[in-house]
C-alpha cells in the first residue's frame, strides 16, 4: 500500500467518513470538519500509523492555506527517509 | 520614542531613504541593527534594566544553542522554568506582593518583554526540534531586537525573519509599491492618532460620567446610555490603535527589507471566538494554538484518543487563561483569558452538537446560511465587547460600570 493510501485510511479513521477521496491538491477547506482540534488528532493519527514525529513549526506550517495534501505528504516521505 | 510619533515617522523616512543606499549585506544589516539599538536606547531605564535585558537574550541563545545540539526536554523546561520565574518578577505580577514582596522593588523595566518571551520559547522549542537552522548570535540578536517588533506584535517567527535577514532588501519594488507602503504608514498614524485618540477620549468621558452618575441612585433609563457608549467605543479604540500601530511597523519593515506577518483581517467579521483569534491580533492566536493549545491537547490526544475532544475544553481554557495572563500583571487580564477560553469551548460545544445531532453535511449548510452567520457575526462582536470590558484596567475599576449597571437593575 502506498503512502497516500494509508494516509486515506488515516483520513477515513479520524473524520469518520470513508467517502473522503485523497489527491494531492486537496486542501483543508475541501474536507468537512478539518479544522485546528482535528487537524491534530489526524497529526497524532499520521504520526502513530507511519511512526513518524512532526515538529510543532511543521503541525503549525501545515495549517497553513497553500497546504495540501500533496504537501503532509511529502512530508511523511521526507520523514520515512531519514 | 513611540512607534508612530513625529521623530519615529521622520527618522523612518531618514533611515529608508539611507537604507536603500547602502551596498552589502553585511553593511544593510549593521544599518538595521543599528537603527534597532537607537530605538532600544530610548525604552531602557537605567543600567539594571540593559543587564536584566543582556541576559535575557543570551541566555536564551545560549540554551537554544544547547538544545540544537543535543535535545532534552528537561532543559527545556529547566530553562523555561527560570525564564517565566524572570518574567513575573520583571514585570511585577500583583500576586508576587503577597509571595516575595522584595521582587516588586527591583528597578528592571524592559519594554517589549512580553513579545520578547513568546519570540523566545517559540525559538527554544523550534531549536529543539531541529526547525531553526543558520541561528546565529548576530541574527537572533537582531530577529529578538528588531524596531518593528520590539515593542508589540506582529510576533514574527524565526524562520521568516530568517528569510529576510537573508536578503533585506527594501521590499517595496518601484515607485507605486513605495507609494503604497507610504500611504498605508500613513493611514496607520490616522488611525492612532485621529480615530483611536478620538475613541479613546470619548471612552474615557463616558467612563468618568458613568462613574460620576453610579455614586448617586440612577435609574437605569440614564446609565444605559453611558454604558452602552463605553461598551462600543473601548473595542473600537482597541482596533484602530493596534492595527494602526501594525499597518505602521509592517509598512515601516518593508522600507527596511523585513517582511512582518498580518496581524488583522476584519476582525470584527468574525463568526465565532476561535475564528476571532485568527483575524485578531492573530499572530498572537496563532501563537497561543501552536505553542499553547497544539502540545497540551496533542499530549492528552496522544495517551488517549477516544476521550481527546472533551479535553478539549480544558485545553482550550488553559491556553486562553494563560494567553489573558501574558497581557499584563492583573488579576483582570485572566478573567479577560477565562471569558475568551470559554467562547472557544462554547464554540466547539456547538459544533460538536449540531454534528452529532444533525450530522457533518448540515454542518457544512449551516455555515453557509447567511442570517445564522450575520447573527454569529454580531453575537461574537458583542461576546468580545463584553470580554474586553476587563481589559483597561485593574479588576475594580473594569467591574465598577457593570456594577453600577447591575445595580438598576434591581427592584
Known amino acids: 500500500m502506498d503512502n497516500l493510501c494509508e494516509l486515506q485510511e488515516v483520513f477515513h479513521e479520524v473524520f469518520d467518513d470513508d467517502t473522503i477521496v485523497l489527491k494531492g491538491a486537496t486542501t483543508a477547506a475541501e474536507v468537512g470538519g478539518w479544522d485546528s482540534l482535528t487537524h491534530i488528532n489526524l497529526i497524532v493519527a499520521i504520526e502513530k500509523r507511519f511512526k513518524i514525529k512532526f515538529a510543532t513549526a511543521e503541525i503549525a506550517r501545515l495549517k497553513n492555506d497553500d497546504q495540501n495534501v500533496g504537501t503532509l505528504l511529502g512530508l511523511i516521505s521526507l520523514k520515512l527517509a531519514r | ?411
Open chain 2, 1 to 411: 520614542m513611540t512607534v508612530g510619533s513625529l521623530e519615529f515617522l521622520g527618522l523612518l523616512l531618514l533611515a529608508s531613504a539611507l537604507f536603500s543606499l547602502v551596498p552589502t549585506l553585511p553593511l544593510r544589516r549593521a544599518f538595521l541593527a543599528a537603527c534597532s539599538a537607537g530605538f532600544l536606547w530610548t525604552l531602557i531605564p537605567n543600567l539594571a534594566s540593559w543587564v536584566a535585558l543582556a541576559i535575557f537574550i543570551l541566555s536564551g541563545y545560549a540554551v537554544a544553542q544547547l538544545l540544537r545540539k543535543w535535545p532534552s526536554a528537561v532543559l527545556l523546561w529547566a530553562y523555561l522554568v527560570i525564564l517565566l520565574a524572570a518574567f513575573l518578577a520583571i514585570k511585577k505580577y500583583s500576586f508576587l506582593a503577597y509571595i516575595f514582596p522584595v521582587v516588586l522593588s527591583i528597578p528592571v523595566s524592559i519594554v517589549g518583554l512580553s513579545y520578547m518571551l513568546f519570540r523566545q520559547i517559540h525559538v527554544l522549542v523550534d531549536s529543539m526540534q531541529g526547525e531553526t537552522e543558520h541561528l546565529t548570535f548576530w541574527g537572533y540578536c537582531n530577529y529578538q531586537l528588531n524596531l518593528f517588533t520590539l515593542t508589540a506584535g506582529p510576533i514574527q517567527r524565526f524562520q521568516d525573519f530568517q528569510q529576510s535577514w537573508t536578503q533585506l532588501t527594501p521590499i517595496p519594488a518601484g515607485s507605486y509599491e513605495l507609494s503604497k507602503t507610504w500611504l498605508r504608514i500613513l493611514i496607520g498614524v490616522i488611525k492612532i492618532a485621529a480615530i483611536g485618540a478620538g475613541f479613546l477620549f470619548a471612552y474615557t468621558k463616558s467612563y468618568s460620567r458613568l462613574i460620576e452618575i453610579g455614586s448617586g441612585h440612577p435609574t437605569l433609563a440614564v446609565v444605559l446610555p453611558w454604558f452602552i457608549a463605553l461598551f462600543y467605543l473601548y473595542p473600537l479604540y482597541i482596533y484602530a490603535n493596534f492595527s494602526g500601530y501594525c499597518d505602521i511597523v509592517i509598512g515601516g519593515a518593508a522600507l527596511l527589507g523585513i517582511s512582518l506577518p498580518e496581524n488583522f483581517v476584519k476582525p470584527y467579521l468574525s463568526r465565532n471566538v476561535i475564528d476571532f483569534w485568527t483575524r485578531f491580533h492573530r499572530t498572537l492566536g496563532f501563537w497561543i494554538r501552536d505553542y499553547l493549545f497544539t502540545p497540551l491537547y496533542k499530549a492528552v490526544a496522544e495517551r488517549n484518543p477516544a476521550t481527546a475532544k472533551s479535553f478539549a475544553f480544558g485545553c482550550y481554557f488553559i491556553a486562553f487563561v494563560l494567553a489573558g495572563v501574558w497581557h499584563g500583571s492583573t488579576s483582570n487580564f485572566a478573567v479577560y483569558g477565562l471569558i475568551h477560553g470559554f467562547g472557544a469551548s462554547a464554540t466547539k460545544l456547538w459544533e460538536t452538537y449540531l454534528v452529532r445531532t444533525r450530522g457533518r453535511p448540515y454542518l457544512k449548510e449551516y455555515l453557509q446560511i447567511r442570517w445564522i452567520k450575520a447573527v454569529a457575526i454580531a453575537a461574537t462582536l458583542h461576546f468580545y465587547a463584553f470580554s474586553i470590558l476587563f481589559f483597561p484596567g485593574p479588576l475594580d475599576k473594569c467591574l465598577a460600570p457593570i456594577r453600577i449597571l447591575v445595580r438598576t437593575l434591581k427592584p
